[in-house]
């Protein structure tokens, strides 16, 4: 059962529009938060109406060449599903070593080699051995959670039972992701077009959708050849300016799988208590009911104010945010747990 508060703006989804920052265009809105410290849990992060995902397979070069400075100049992020046993990747370790994450993009699990499991062990290898050497790379809290991308591999190369591959999964805190079917770049979706209408799909259902790609067309340097399925810029750089173009309009949260599973997880088992509301100030308390060492993503939530409020400063623990009143309503992000959360009116704009 999903929380009240999660039930309420899934039926309100629709009726809340946002566009360039928080404007409230409908009067379903304010009904929907009938009292000074009323709240709701966005249905995804940044109360954009949906989630997308890029994922590229097989750490091809073409994506440190081509993709990762394309996403990284329009403020985009992506899952990179790495073999850290393949040669292409060994040849150029140091570029996911040191500069890929740091840019901002994430890691997935596609095992060690790609060449399949022949037994328990072999698959604990091939499984763990990238697990480890992920989070070797990249610093963070351990255990924490990463996304899984099976390998594609002739069905004699895995010979592993899903109640195996399903054990490895947990132990080493990993998710699998999405299907390839109907979602692979180049193999099943051809044009920007194509690939934008998954994102359309999204939002017209609140929903998510995701996109995996393998190769990008190399111009630089010219090797005389291209990676596996490379997609050709064109198509790639018309992707990212429509998906670019629907975040900016409030559309589309572009994200990783993880953080997307997080939210989504954690907004289905949180809810919001009004433990105290006054013209001067509001306390929350954001619950969860899932695991907190490994969903302890921010939650975005959406409070009515008294009125007269025209900034509000928002503490929970150290963290302190002031943010702009608009129409009564402020919309903030919170992390789930036991600090509660104060928001107190700011009398004067302050220039940050
Ligand atoms: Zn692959």
């Given at each position: 059962m999903k929380p009240f508060w999660s039930r309420l703006f899934a039926a309100l989804a629709g009726t809340i529009s946002l566009l360039g920052?928080?404007?409230?265009?409908?009067?379903?809105?304010?009904?929907?938060l009938p009292t000074v410290g009323s709240t709701l849990i966005a249905r995804w992060q940044g109360d954009q109406k949906a989630a997308f995902l890029l994922m590229f397979d097989d750490g091809w070069p073409s994506h440190w060449q081509v993709a990762v400075p394309e996403l990284a100049r329009r403020g985009l992020t992506a899952t990179f599903y790495v073999n850290p046993g393949k040669g292409e990747y060994q040849k150029f370790a140091r570029e996911w070593e040191d500069r890929v994450w740091r840019?901002?993009?994430?890691?997935?699990?596609?095992?060690?080699?790609?060449?399949?499991?022949?037994?328990?062990?072999?698959?604990?290898?091939?499984?763990?051995?990238?697990?480890?050497?992920?989070l070797r790379m990249v610093?963070?809290?351990?255990?924490?959670?990463?996304?899984?991308?099976?390998?594609?591999?002739?069905?004699?190369?895995?010979?592993?039972?899903?109640?195996?591959?399903?054990?490895?999964?947990?132990?080493?805190?990993?998710?699998?992701?999405?299907?390839?079917?109907?979602?692979?770049?180049?193999?099943?979706?051809?044009?920007?077009?194509?690939?934008?209408?998954?994102?359309?799909?999204?939002?017209a259902q609140r929903g998510l959708e995701y996109l995996i790609i393998h190769g990008v067309e190399r111009l630089q340097p010219n090797w005389g050849y291209q990676d596996f399925w490379a997609l050709k810029q064109a198509i790639l750089f018309a992707l990212l300016d429509g998906l670019k173009q629907r975040h900016d309009q409030g559309d589309l949260w572009i994200t990783d799988h993880i953080s997307a599973h997080q939210y989504e997880t954690e907004r289905d088992t949180a809810t919001v208590r009004v433990l105290a509301a006054s013209a001067q100030g509001?306390?929350?308390?954001?619950?969860?009911?899932?695991?907190?060492?490994?969903?302890?993503?921010?939650?975005?939530?959406?409070?009515?104010?008294?009125?007269?409020?025209?900034?509000?400063?928002?503490?929970?623990?150290?963290?302190?945010?002031?943010?702009?009143?608009?129409?009564?309503?402020?919309?903030?992000?919170?992390?789930?747990?036991?600090?509660p959360i104060l928001l107190e009116p700011v009398p004067e704009v302050i220039q940050p």
């Open positions: 920052g928080v404007i409230w265009s409908h009067p379903a809105a304010a009904e929907a840019q901002g993009m994430v890691y997935g699990n596609h095992t060690m080699t790609h060449k399949g499991a022949t037994n328990q062990a072999h698959a604990e290898w091939e499984i763990g051995e990238c697990n480890r050497a992920i610093p963070g809290p351990q255990p924490r959670l990463i996304s899984y991308g099976q390998p594609g591999v002739a069905r004699e190369a895995w010979k592993i039972s899903e109640e195996t591959l399903n054990a490895l999964l947990k132990q080493h805190h990993l998710i699998s992701r999405p299907t390839f079917v109907n979602h692979g770049a180049v193999y099943h979706l051809k044009t920007a077009a194509e690939m934008l209408t998954l994102a359309d799909r999204a939002i509001i306390r929350l308390e954001l619950a969860c009911t899932s695991d907190p060492q490994l969903y302890r993503l921010p939650l975005t939530l959406i409070t009515r104010t008294a009125p007269g409020w025209k900034q509000t400063r928002i503490i929970q623990g150290s963290q302190t945010n002031c943010l702009k009143v608009t129409d009564d309503m402020i919309r903030f992000e919170a992390v789930p747990g036991p600090l």
